[in-house]
């Protein structure tokens, strides 16, 4: 019997021969990921008895969360980030002039194939879209990783999800994802692998793909995974930050369940308040008023998205009553999307353009909403009190989904 992709990877970072799913192994991670919560972090390497980082090149810090520093509590946060990564010697470190970490760590050559990256947060699941297997671990662990450089893993048994078809126009990736979550449920692939492969996988940009594993974290996957395509090649060779491996699961392997996902009737989907996995078909939610729409993040922050958003607000004015957020999910967007004119038909069309950042994603820092307010949102989750306050409604959306809703002041399809 051949192997899965996440037993081919873990078998090789923890230096054995072949390991099976569901057993434990003690592995050596490419990269280890975190964000502003590395200052907590920090303090729990303080109690683990070694003042020495044993694997400062592997260590990525990348501050998105709350930036610029929405307080002092948070600007002293910062600070201790600053001051850790310069008594370690640590230089993989991103400042607030960079964007939002699922972002940055792929435009720095970090995410590529064959890499075992894991990360203090719950979309680190997003860098299997370049081929590597990527999975959020707890701030303990980190910190137990910073100071002995492993960690150990259980090997995830493997969803397969076949996507084939067409999509429709102003269909695409962020409604398949909701699709598929609506069907399995948020535990429907609970500390499971999920590699998504057919046809239509297969002609997925990199932009599609980081949809799919980003949100493979609101599925309950441990990791999501794209076996890299040319595209995804050619965007990494330039900008590796290292050599890499191109591992694929074998053509006998065994899976935990094949699921088959045809995109060709797909509607615009929407995931209602208050969980990811309340996905209705947008013809069941038209003329749901809104009050706020966020187009960016981890998830729809990219060029693409932005642009898909630009085509439909062109030369038309956002519905009165309704604000509209962008944050472009790093800097180097920002300024591809300023130089393209993107920001500019964005603008004139009355949304209010935002430093990259996770912003109100989270609930902590920009756009938060009043008691009742409703948002729609191009985020990855919609849980109450995730955009500050817990009386509000978060809907989940596409980017040209919320770039038709921002016009029309109600929930509805761009075409």
Known sequence: MGKTFSEKILALKSSKDSVTAGEIVVARPDYVMSHDNAAAISKTFGKIGTDKVVIPSKIVIILDHVIPASDAKNAENHKTIRAFVKKHGINNFYDINHGICHQVLPEKGFALPGKLILGSDSHT????????????????????????????LRVPETIKIVLKGRFRKGVGAKDLALRII????????????????????????????????????EMGAKNGYFAPSEEVLRYVENIKKDSFEIIKSDEDAEYQKELVFDVSSLRPQVAKPHTVDNVVSIDELEHTGIDQVLLGTCTN???????????????????????????????????????????????????????????????????????????????????????????????????????????????????
């Open 182 to 217: 609506g069907e399995i449920g948020a535990d429907g692939a609970l500390y499971s692998a999920v590699e998504f492969t057919g046809p239509l996988a297969e002609s997925f940009s990199v932009s599609d793909r980081m949809v799919l594993c980003n949100l493979s974290a």
């Open 125 to 152: 699941n997003t860098y299997g879209a370049f081929g590597a297997f990527a999975a959020g671990i707890g701030r303990t662990e980190v910190a137990a990783l910073w100071a002995t450089g492993k960690i150990w």
């Open 301 to 415: 922050g990219r060029i693409e998205d932005l642009e898909k958003a630009a085509e439909i607000l062109k030369g038309k004015t956002i519905a009165s009553g309704v604000r509209m957020l962008v944050f472009p999910a790093s800097w180097n967007i920002y300024r591809q999307a300023l130089k393209n004119g993107t920001l500019s038909i964005l603008a004139d069309a009355g949304a209010v353009i935002m430093n990259p950042g996770c912003g109100p994603c989270l609930g902590a820092h920009e756009g938060a909403l009043a008691d009742d307010e409703v948002c729609l949102s191009t985020a990855n989750r919609n849980f109450k009190g995730r955009m500050g306050n817990p009386k509000a409604h978060v809907y989940l959306a596409s980017p040209e989904t919320a770039a038709a809703s921002a016009l029309a002041g109600y929930i509805t399809s761009a075409y």
